[in-house]
């Protein structure tokens, strides 16, 4: 059983420009969510995809998109990025949509926005 | 609106010592609280949930309604349980997490 895999690990991008972080989820999990960790701060939910369509978003702004694939790996987009973007980025998978259990986390994509 | 409070950012016990890290949340209604821990180069996982009222690594949590808290307990701190400690509420909707801003544990030798 692999679990869930992100990518990449660390990267640096400047103001403005757009960003694709992947994630593969854990072998038979059909739920990813995406969550946004800023230095010193726990996880913020930033929208969950279950088979393919969003399943709810948190407050955060159009230029976050995400996409959620046949197979269940999933992407976050982030457009015109900002400085108050650079955050460890966080994708969990769980097995339903209404994650009323284990949320299994990736190792996150660190990204710095300078 | 739900919020999930840590109000200490650091903790410092002996080996050996009881322990206690502080959570409080704000809730509409019955609220399904969790801990999740990260240890030292790993990733974040989840320690325990209120619901299934067990005890994980010799750590236990009650939640208290009547003063909206759900403090994570241990009565004899080992050196493992240094790690970051996050208490988290699940959305009304069911599809999201509220995190605290975490507590960092550490057990001195």
């Known amino acids: 059983e692999t679990g869930v895999t992100q990518s990449p690990t660390h990267l640096i991008k400047t103001r403005g420009q757009q960003v694709t972080l992947r994630c593969s989820s854990q072998?038979?999990?059909?739920?990813v969510s995406w969550y946004q960790q800023a230095l010193g701060q726990g996880p913020q939910f930033i929208f969950q995809?279950?088979?393919?369509?969003?399943?709810g978003r948190g407050n955060f702004p159009p230029r976050f998109s995400g996409l959620q694939f046949p197979n269940y790996s999933s992407e976050l987009n982030v457009n015109a990025l900002e400085l108050d973007d650079s955050a460890l980025y966080l994708c969990?998978?769980?097995?339903?949509?209404?994650?009323?259990?284990?949320?299994?986390f990736g190792e996150g994509s660190r990204l710095t926005v300078l | 609106a739900q919020r999930v409070t840590q109000p200490e950012k650091l903790l410092s016990v002996f080996k050996g010592a009881p322990v206690e890290l502080k959570c409080n949340y704000s809730?509409?209604?019955?609220?399904?609280l969790f801990w999740y821990v990260q240890y030292s180069r790993q990733r974040l996982q989840l320690l325990l949930r209120?619901?299934s009222r067990e005890s994980i690594k010799g750590f236990t949590a009650d939640l208290n309604k009547g003063e909206t808290s759900f403090h994570l307990k241990k009565p004899f701190a080992q050196e493992e349980d240094s790690a970051m400690y996050y208490c988290?509420?699940?959305?009304?909707?069911?599809?999201?997490?509220?995190f605290g801003t975490g507590t960092s544990l550490t057990v001195i030798p």
């Open positions: 969990a998978s769980s097995l339903d949509r209404l994650n009323t259990g284990e949320l299994f």
């Open positions: 072998s038979g999990h059909n739920t």
């Open positions: 995809y279950y088979r393919e369509e969003e399943n």
């Open positions: 809730y509409s209604g019955s609220p399904e």
């Open positions: 209120h619901i």
């Open positions: 988290a509420l699940i959305s009304v909707t069911g599809n999201q997490f509220y």
